[in-house]
C-alpha cells in the first residue's frame, strides 16, 4: 500500500522559507506513470495546488505561488521536496504531498494523499 | 475565491439522496475530467470519484460522479451518518496550466 509521509519544521518565521519533504513507501517516485505533487489547505479554507513534478524533474507550479516555490526530486531516497521563499502569514496551512496518476484517456487525478502537516508562520 | 464553483453547504437525512454541484469554464471541467474528494474532519481527502463517474476500489456504490458540458455533480444516495465531511471537486486547468478546486461543499446529515 503507499504512503506519503511529509516531515519538516511546525513553526517557520516571516520572511524566512519553508521547507518540506515527503517520503514515499511503498511504491517507487521514479516511475513514469506518476507525477507528484504538493497541495496546501489554510485553517478553515480549502484546497490550493502548490505544484507536481516529475521523475525527471519537469515542474508546474501554481502561477500565484511560482516566484517563491522549487520542488525538487530526489530518487535514490525516494523523497520529493517542497521549499517556500519569504513567507507571511497567509502561508499557514496545513501542507499535504501526494501522487498524480492519469486514467486509459490520460486524464490526471490525484489519488493518494499524505496525512498532512501543519505549518505556522509566526515570529 | 476558488475557480470551481460550489454550494457552500448542503444536507440531508439518513436514506435520503443528495447532490452536490460543480461549476467550472470551458478551460477546465469543459476539457478535462473531474474528480470529487470526501474530507473527514481532520483527515486528509480521500479520492472519491476520479474521471468523472469512476469509483476507487473500496468506495461504495452510493457515491456517482457525473458531467455535462462545464459543470458536473456528485450525488450521495442512501446517505449515512458517517457521509458527513468536506467535499471538494477538482480538475486541470489548461489555462492556468494546473490543477484546481471548488471551495468545498460540507454535507450535514440531519
Known amino acids: 500500500q503507499l504512503q506519503l509521509q511529509e516531515s519538516g519544521p511546525g513553526l517557520v518565521k516571516p520572511s524566512e522559507t519553508l521547507s518540506l519533504t515527503c517520503t514515499v513507501s511503498?511504491?517507487?517516485?521514479?516511475?513514469?506513470?506518476?507525477?507528484w505533487g504538493w497541495i496546501r489547505q489554510p485553517p478553515g479554507k480549502g484546497l490550493e495546488w502548490i505544484g507536481t513534478?516529475?521523475?525527471?524533474?519537469?515542474?508546474y507550479y501554481n502561477p500565484s505561488l511560482k516566484s517563491r516555490v522549487t520542488i525538487s526530486i530526489d530518487t535514490s531516497k525516494n523523497q520529493f521536496s517542497l521549499k517556500l521563499t519569504s513567507v507571511t502569514a497567509a502561508d499557514t496551512a496545513v501542507y499535504y504531498c501526494?501522487?498524480?496518476?492519469?486514467?486509459?484517456?490520460?486524464?490526471?487525478?490525484?489519488?493518494?494523499w499524505g496525512q498532512g502537516t501543519l505549518v505556522t508562520v509566526s515570529s | 475565491q476558488s475557480v470551481l464553483t460550489q454550494p457552500p453547504s448542503a444536507s440531508g437525512t439518513p436514506g435520503q439522496r443528495v447532490s452536490i454541484s460543480c461549476s467550472g469554464s470551458?478551460?477546465?471541467?469543459?476539457?478535462?475530467?473531474v474528480n470529487w474528494y470526501q474530507q473527514l474532519p481532520g483527515t486528509a481527502p480521500k479520492l472519491l470519484i476520479y474521471?468523472?463517474?469512476q469509483r476507487p476500489s473500496g468506495v461504495p456504490d452510493r457515491f456517482s460522479g457525473s458531467k455535462s458540458g462545464t459543470s458536473a455533480s456528485l450525488a450521495i444516495s442512501g446517505l449515512q451518518s458517517e457521509d458527513e465531511a468536506d467535499y471538494y471537486c477538482a480538475t486541470w486547468d489548461d489555462s492556468l496550466n494546473g490543477w484546481v478546486f471548488g471551495g468545498g461543499t460540507r454535507l450535514t446529515v440531519l
Open positions: 501526494a501522487r498524480v496518476s492519469y486514467d486509459s484517456d490520460g486524464y490526471y487525478f490525484i489519488d493518494y
Open positions: 511503498g511504491g517507487s517516485i521514479s516511475s513514469s506513470s506518476y507525477y
Open positions: 513534478i516529475y521523475y525527471s524533474g519537469s515542474t
Open positions: 474521471s468523472n463517474n
Open positions: 470551458s478551460s477546465n471541467i469543459g476539457s478535462n475530467t
